[in-house]
């Protein structure tokens, strides 16, 4: 069990750990601003952003769980990934399908989507 009035488990002082929040923290802020120049200089249509923010997010969390030191998070697919790397997997599926989703009615309605 942690001490949590600890910053780092008793079992890590003294191992090298990388700062993932702020890793996480810049890679987010670098999606705002893509996201923010997209809705600003160019021209984009309904549901754009949401699509690219909901797999620009999943890709983000699934790469930084891989630099997390603590393994006690819970395990998917027999231990191979962490939790949070399983639902981001499931996010970016959603987010191709949806982008499939609104490829496919584009088409079909016209450009006027």
Do not use: C
Request: charged share 20%.
């Amino acid at each position: 069990m942690h001490n949590y009035t600890d910053f780092v488990a008793k079992e890590l002082k003294g191992q090298p750990l990388h700062p993932v929040q702020l890793y996480e923290a810049a890679s987010l802020f670098a999606l705002a601003g893509l996201l923010t120049w997209l809705i600003l200089k160019r021209k984009t249509r309904d549901g754009t952003v949401a699509i690219l923010y909901l797999t620009g997010y999943a890709l983000i969390r699934f790469f930084m769980e891989l630099f997390r030191g603590d393994d006690d998070r819970g395990t998917v697919l027999g231990g191979n990934l962490s939790t949070s790397q399983g639902i981001a997997i499931l996010l970016f599926a959603v987010g191709l399908g949806l982008w499939g989703f609104r490829i496919n009615v584009t088409r079909r309605v016209g450009r006027n989507l």
